[in-house]
Nanobody, 124 residues
Framework: QVQLVESGGGLVQAGGSLRLSCTAS????????MGWFRQAPGLEREFVAA????????SYADSVKGRFTISRDNPKNTVYLQMNSLKPEDTAVYYC?????????????????WGQGTQVTVSL
């Protein structure tokens, strides 16, 4: 059974930073590419960032490129999202998930069982 626990969200002013964490279980973590997604009110969930199974490759949505950094710690079954220069339009609930191979678009979760997410709110 896949379990995903996101944390690290909060309220921050524009220009600030947050670091999100996601601890995963139920699968062999190092076998899977991992991704971050976000969902703003009234909008569909969208892709944010991806990291390959061993951490050698990363990919980002254009909207966050240069501001966000994804990383992972396989022994800890944890993936991170460092978010800098935050903007109000980054406000959303952020989720992580295991990704379907291959490591390329379209980025899709392995199933529809999502964690509770972590709320990020960026104020002006």
């Amino acid at each position: 059974q896949v379990q995903l626990v996101e944390s690290g969200g909060g309220l921050v002013q524009a220009g600030g930073s947050l670091r999100l964490s996601c601890t995963a279980s139920g699968r062999t973590f190092s076998d899977y590419h991992m991704g971050w997604f976000r969902q703003a009110p009234g909008l569909e969930r969208e892709f944010v960032a991806a990291i390959s199974s061993l951490g050698f490759r990363t990919s980002y949505a254009d909207s966050v490129k240069g501001r966000f950094t994804i990383s992972r710690d396989n022994p800890k079954n944890t993936v991170y999202l460092q978010m800098n220069s935050l903007k109000p339009e980054d406000t959303a609930v952020y989720y992580c998930h295991y990704l379907r191979p291959p490591f390329t678009t379209p980025w899709r979760a392995i199933n529809d069982s999502w964690g509770q997410g972590t709320q990020v709110t960026v104020s002006l």
